[in-house]
């Protein structure tokens, strides 16, 4: 694996290099240290990286600038600035490690470094969902439903799952990608996870989804809806 490291402080740079070098052993081919964007996008312009362990401020400037690279290396933000996480996982990371990195902490980052193959970062993008004060992650793939409650959405997982999203519906369906419809004015499905459409008492009409999760379906939008049911 080739790793780049883009951090300016010098003894983080040097800490986080000694722990890459002990937790990949003979899995590391190559290791490169950037201080700036500058010399970062030299790196990755100049050989293949694998991975890129990125700080978000790099001598004054936007780490976040290198992810508009192509192709983009897997990426794991390292970062003090913990206010930032949602922001790292909307673009695609795989993990954000805060400062002071432990090594008990990055094993982790790398171990779901391995367990996400190469390719597009719109391929392996994933929902990062404040709840209950903590970072949960949902693959887009995974999401059933959002359901939308003041500045509040219920994410719905397949598997059951379900978080309180502090956002509104309306920001959160900006960030979703292709796939998701709006079914209701207070709701939005996975077509991936539609399974068939119920009428209620009153003409009302109900959408079943994967793992039992259901949500209405406003009469101005039924059409759109049956027509993306699996045949």
């Known amino acids: 694996m080739n790793v780049l490291i883009a951090e300016d402080e010098a003894p983080a740079a040097r800490r986080l290099e000694r722990l890459v070098r002990e937790q990949l052993g003979d899995r590391l081919t190559g290791l ?3 201080a700036t ?4 996008r030299t790196a990755l312009a100049g050989s293949r990286i694998d991975l890129l362990l990125l700080d978000l401020n790099l001598n004054g400037a936007d780490g976040f600038s290198l992810l508009d690279a192509a192709p983009r290396p897997r990426t794991i933000v390292v970062s003090a600035n913990s206010s930032r996480a949602i922001d790292a996982f909307n673009h ?7 400062k002071p990195v432990s090594p008990e902490r990055l094993a982790i980052a790398l171990k779901r470094v391995a367990d996400v193959a190469p390719g597009p970062a719109s391929a392996r993008a994933m929902l990062a969902v404040r709840s209950a004060g903590r970072i949960e992650l949902a693959a ?7 359901s939308g409650a003041d500045d509040y959405v219920e994410v719905v997982l397949a598997d059951g799952r379900r978080f309180l999203h502090d956002t509104s519906l309306r920001d959160l369906e900006l960030r979703l990608p292709s796939g998701f419809v709006r079914v209701h004015r207070s709701h939005i499905a996975n077509t991936a996870h539609l399974r068939a459409i119920r009428t ?3 003409r009302r009409r109900v959408l079943d989804l994967s793992g039992g999760a259901s949500v209405p379906v406003s009469r ?3 059409s759109k809806v049956m027509s993306l049911l699996p045949r």
């Open 32 to 34: 490169t240290v950037a």
């Open 92 to 98: 695609a990371v795989i993990d954000f490690v805060t």
């Open 140 to 146: 887009f793939a995974d999401i059933v439903s959002l």
């Open 220 to 222: 101005n939008r039924l």
């Open 200 to 202: 209620l008492p009153g």
């Open 37 to 40: 964007v500058d010399a970062a």
